[in-house]
Structure formats: C-alpha cells, structure tokens
C-alpha cells in the first residue's frame, strides 16, 4: 500500500504516468497496474485518463492530501522506530591492533550480526607496545570490553576469561634479504646454524613447548630467548639483524621487510576473546552468542 500512495502522489505531480514512470525508475506499465489496483481498493476512479496525461477526480483531489499525510506519517514512524532501537542498543567495544586483529571476530559475527539487531561493534584501536600493552589489557571492562587476538599470554587466566575461537599455525618470519626468503616452508633443519627469535614475554606454554622442543631435539639452532611480549620493535630488530623469528600466520602483514614463511612445526596458538571475569549483562550475552555460533562448551558467564 506504502509503494501505490508514493506512486499515486508521484503520478499527481508529473500530471502522466510516463513522467512518473520515470521519476521512479519503474516502467508505465508498472504504475498503470499499481494505480489501477489503488482505485480498485478504492472503489472509486481517482484519476481522468486522456492522451494529454491525467488529472484527478475531485475524489482523487481529496485524496491527495490525506495520501501525502499518510506517506509523512509512516516516514515519521519508521524514524520513530529506529530511534528507539537505537536506545535499545548495545555497542560491545572490541580493542584491536596490528598483532591482535579481530577480523576474526568480525567475519564471524557479519555471518549472524543481522540476527541480533540489538548489538552492534565498536572497534577501538590501540598500540602494540611492549611497555604498555600490560596497561591495554587492564582497559578490557572499563573503556574495552573485549579483545580479540592469539592467547600468548597464559598470566591473564588468572583475570579474565579467555573464549578459544581457533588457532593459527606457527611460522617463521625472515628479512626479505636472508638466504631462506625465497623459499616456500621451511623445515626445522633448513634453520641449523640460524639464530632464531623466540618471544616469550607472555609465559605461553605454546613457546615454552616450541622452545625446549627445539632446543632438545635440533640443538643445531641457535634459540634466542627475548623475555618480553611481541611488539613491532621485535619485528624491526630481526628484520635488522638479519635473524629468524617465531612468528604466526596471522602475523604475515605486519612488517614490509619481512617474509612470513610456513613451517613443518606441529604447533598452534589458540586465539580467540579475551573479557573480563564479571562482564556487563549486555557483554555476557554477546560472549553467549558467540559461544553457541561456535557450538563451544565452555561454561556459562555468571
């Protein structure tokens, strides 16, 4: 009925169905059947049809005021409508940076975000610094309300709640200058006689497995150990002193001069959401959303 009366009002103003026709982007024949069902609604002719154009009945002209009322009032109340779901609204504030994206979040709730209206995202951008991502992580329920990145911190567990979406394999990452640049993968032997990086500032037992792993079974590489979290400093210093580094597929983008090479390692970092021990209500139920979206079985928040 909305389509007839824009129609039916957009016919009154051009004076011919052709005109209106094209005003609206449709063909004449659809307005002809749209204002030909309107005045069988109706009951009553609107329009005096003749080669010139039309002109209205004087029940059309009586009409044309209260059509227009009614257009006014619906648009009125569709705004009325999204205001008020816009009160209604939770915005959930997902910290993200260059070693910590969340497009794995985001693909993932684009797929049922349509299903939930009353929850958007708000993505809050922050440094990957060494010195103050400690602090970045005391933000998360006071101005973040999560973060979504790769678990290599195993102290947070102690403080937050930490829901696995999946993992990403372990590679190593070379300066586009280094003998191994061009390669492919790599195997653990194409590294004997390397230095290679191993970052674990965050006590993972991933890197921990990694590390005595290699140092155990391929005594040929020489690990060095950096006791500190990934930053992009880390990134620069391999990069200029030519050395290989324990890196993660996800990580391939991040510096320039670097060239992330897959590896025959058996091992994988879990990533996923990190968010508070007593999240908001609102927050609660995002996480449940997208616990049951994954079929996770994690317990319940409280």
Not at 68 to 91: D, G, P, T, V, W
Not at 153 to 161: A, I
């Amino acid at each position: 009925m909305i389509e007839q009366l824009k129609t039916f009002v957009q016919v009154v103003e051009s004076g011919s169905f052709s005109k209106a026709a094209e005003k609206l982007f449709i063909s004449s024949t659809a307005v002809m059947k749209q204002m030909n069902l309107l005045e069988k609604q109706a009951g009553i002719p609107l329009f005096i049809r003749t080669n010139h154009g039309v002109s209205l009945t004087k029940a059309g002209t009586a009409f044309i005021k209260d059509a227009k009322y009614m257009l006014q009032y619906f648009q009125e109340s569709l705004i009325r409508m999204h205001h008020s779901a816009q009160a209604n609204r939770h915005i959930v504030r997902v910290g993200t940076s260059m070693l910590n994206p969340c497009k794995v979040l985001i693909d993932l709730w684009n797929e049922i975000g349509d299903l939930y209206p009353q929850f958007g995202i708000n993505i809050v951008h922050f440094q990957d610094d060494a010195h103050t991502l400690p602090t970045t992580y005391r933000m998360i329920g006071q101005s973040l309300d999560l973060i979504a990145g790769p678990f290599l911190t195993d102290n947070l567990k102690d403080y937050y709640h930490m829901l696995e979406l999946g993992s990403y394999r372990v590679c190593f990452a070379v300066s586009r200058q280094h003998r191994l640049a061009s390669r492919k993968t790599l195997s653990i032997k194409d590294l004997y006689g390397e230095r290679l990086a191993v970052v674990n500032g965050g006590n993972s037992a991933v890197i921990h497995d990694i590390r005595d792993f290699l140092k155990i079974k391929h005594p040929q590489i020489q690990i060095k150990d950096i006791p500190r979290l990934y930053d992009l400093e880390v990134f620069n210093r391999c990069e200029e002193s030519n050395t290989v580094m324990l890196t993660l597929e996800a990580w391939a983008d991040i510096h320039p001069s670097l060239v992330t090479i897959p590896s025959d390692l058996d091992f994988a970092v879990p990533y996923g959401l990190i968010y508070p021990l007593h999240p908001s209500e609102e927050v609660g139920q995002f996480i449940e959303i997208i616990k049951e979206m994954q079929g996770n079985a994690l317990p319940k928040v409280e």
